[in-house]
């Protein structure tokens, strides 16, 4: 139970030595130290942006949202395929690929570990910020911020395993742990995600200033807030947070869909909240997250892996002459936007155009580590949200308005008179096509009851209910002594 613990909760000396990355390109760009936790105290300015920089930290690691998270959000979906080369497994990629799923696949326990050490770090954030001496207004950010994060995690833990141990302060005693060992159910944890961000709109800035990018605002809580209601069929919560999305003028559309992903599209009008790509001390991004897509191949076109490629399934659902394919698909054989031409002999035909970087005209440090931000909340999204919101409350012409926007940018046709089931169809397939790759489609399958129906199709063998939700892990079920249960029928 002691290593159970430590497994879900970052322990205290991990906490204090921990290297703080900066969550803007120049906000806290220090070299790493170690320190003690009355050093951090005593000096609430420099300890309590270490403190709430190791909470955002964990949005770069490999487990959070890199290769595992990859597979199970997008490779499970109909959107993708495995890629990379028909030999390359990818440890557990060509399982997930084909559902054959397993609690013992090593993508499961990766994305556990990882977002629950975010969990701990923000519990952690969240008690000793609350012990310094900061302004009201400081602390208030530095809470808000911390209670972001932690319904972030949880959010991503949610969507893939359901109802998970819920943990809303740093565990102090045996009673704790043991408590800490038991699964809430899903309900508990909308209801604690919506606390906290409730609670962080309250406290985060409307603006963040430009050197601190990336930090999350009262905007990025609204945003993440929509969803979360809009996963719970909350229609009318829903409505709410995007009406004070769209009606505080701060955001637009991008009128060139592609440039979005392009680093010339960092913090642009559509962007609500971003995982910023650290470019200076370390010059770090989420770890290998743009090796893992990039093109496979040989010499100048060997880009990466290859994984988590476009299927021809998604290619073709794109109608004629939507301009969102050639910013989504990347064809191999092609010229890119740079001006570097790919290969026509590279393993796959089509890459994710959303995760390349450009060697020449963008920020590039090496495979790695590449200075790649991963688009979180974006203002079309809410947009979607609205239109399907405004739907299922019976108003078409309200979300007829929001779902053209979208449909315009892409050089489209408007949608006119529709009935609400027709809407219904459309704002699903808008919904596919606008947010590709974005780690959303597996988890929209789900939530609108289509998965079954739409991966046999494919003549994967999903089955329902089982594969309603990712088996819990199987090591976190043995390490907890057996308290943690498995979801039904695995």
């Known amino acids: 139970?002691?290593?159970?613990?430590?497994?879900?909760?970052?322990?205290?000396?991990?906490?204090?030595?921990?290297?703080?990355?900066?969550?803007?390109?120049?906000?806290?760009?220090?070299?790493?130290?170690?320190?003690?936790?009355?050093?951090?105290?005593?000096?609430?300015?420099?300890?309590?942006?270490?403190?709430?920089?190791?909470?955002?930290?964990?949005?770069?690691?490999?487990?959070?949202?890199?290769?595992?998270?990859?597979?199970?959000?997008?490779?499970?979906?109909?959107?993708?395929?495995?890629?990379?080369?028909a030999g390359d497994g990818?440890?557990?990629?060509?399982?997930?690929?084909?559902?054959?799923i397993s609690p013992t696949n090593i993508s499961f326990n990766e994305v556990w570990e990882g977002n629950f050490e975010g969990i701990g770090r923000a519990c952690y954030a969240i008690k000793f910020i609350n012990e310094m001496s900061l302004s009201p207004v400081e602390k208030d950010r530095y809470i808000g911020e911390a209670k972001f994060l932690r319904a972030y995690y949880y959010w991503n833990l949610l969507r893939v395993f359901g109802g998970v141990p819920k943990i809303d302060k740093v565990l102090t005693s045996q009673a704790d742990i043991e408590t800490a060992s038991i699964r809430a159910s899903a309900a508990e944890i909308y209801a604690f995600i919506e606390s906290d961000l409730t609670e962080a709109?309250?406290?985060?800035?409307?603006?963040?200033?430009?050197?601190?990018?990336?930090?999350?605002?009262?905007?990025?809580?609204?945003?993440?807030?929509?969803?979360?209601?809009?996963?719970?069929?909350?229609?009318?919560?829903?409505?709410?947070?995007?009406?004070?999305?769209?009606?505080?003028?701060?955001f637009s559309l991008l009128s060139n869909y592609g440039l979005i992903w392009r680093e010339a599209g960092e913090f642009s009008a559509e962007s609500i909240w971003e995982v910023n790509a650290v470019a200076v001390n370390p010059p770090k991004g989420i770890q290998q997250?743009?090796?893992?897509?990039g093109m496979r191949g040989s010499g100048a076109g060997d880009f990466g892996w290859g994984f988590n490629t476009p299927s021809q399934n998604l290619v073709n659902v794109y109608e004629p002459g939507d301009l969102r394919k050639a910013a989504t698909i990347l064809v191999s054989g092609s010229t890119l936007w740079d001006g570097f031409v790919t290969s026509n002999?590279?393993?796959?035909?089509?890459?994710?155009?959303?995760?390349?970087?450009?060697?020449?005209?963008?920020?590039?440090?090496?495979?790695?580590?590449?200075?790649?931000?991963?688009?979180?909340?974006?203002?079309?999204?809410?947009?979607?949200?609205?239109?399907?919101?405004?739907?299922?409350?019976?108003?078409t012409t309200a979300s007829k308005i929001a779902l053209n926007q979208l449909r315009i940018r892409a050089g489209l046709l408007p949608v006119l008179a529709i009935s609400q089931a027709s809407m219904r169809d459309k704002i699903y397939k808008e919904r596919r096509v606008e947010m590709a790759f974005e780690h959303d489609r597996m988890f929209d399958l789900r939530r609108t009851g289509r998965a079954a129906a739409v991966l046999q199709a494919l003549g994967k063998p999903y089955v329902s209910p089982k594969h309603n939700l990712f088996p819990i892990p199987q090591r976190q079920i043995d390490l907890s002594g057996n308290k943690i249960t498995q979801n039904p029928g695995y």
């Open 1 to 85: 139970m002691k290593y159970t613990s430590n497994k879900i909760l970052l322990p205290l000396f991990l906490f204090l030595l921990v290297a703080v990355i900066s969550c803007g390109k120049k906000f806290l760009n220090e070299p790493p130290r170690g320190a003690t936790i009355n050093d951090l105290l005593n000096n609430p300015q420099d300890g309590a942006q270490r403190i709430i920089g190791a909470v955002y930290n964990r949005l770069y690691d490999w487990e959070t949202h890199s290769f595992s998270w990859i597979g199970i959000s997008s490779i499970t979906s109909d959107d993708a395929d495995k890629g990379s080369s």
């Open 90 to 100: 990818g440890g557990d990629k060509i399982e997930l690929d084909g559902w054959l």
């Open 201 to 250: 709109a309250a406290k985060l800035p409307t603006v963040i200033p430009v050197t601190e990018r990336g930090r999350a605002s009262k905007a990025a809580a609204q945003a993440l807030l929509a969803k979360v209601y809009l996963y719970q069929s909350k229609w009318a919560q829903s409505k709410s947070m995007c009406d004070i999305l769209i009606g505080s003028g701060q």
């Open 289 to 293: 997250y743009t090796e893992v897509q």
């Open 345 to 395: 002999t590279l393993p796959n035909p089509y890459y994710n155009y959303k995760a390349y970087v450009s060697l020449t005209a963008e920020s590039y440090f090496d495979r790695g580590q590449s200075n790649k931000n991963l688009r979180v909340c974006r203002y079309g999204e809410i947009l979607l949200i609205k239109a399907e919101v405004e739907n299922e409350l019976n108003d």
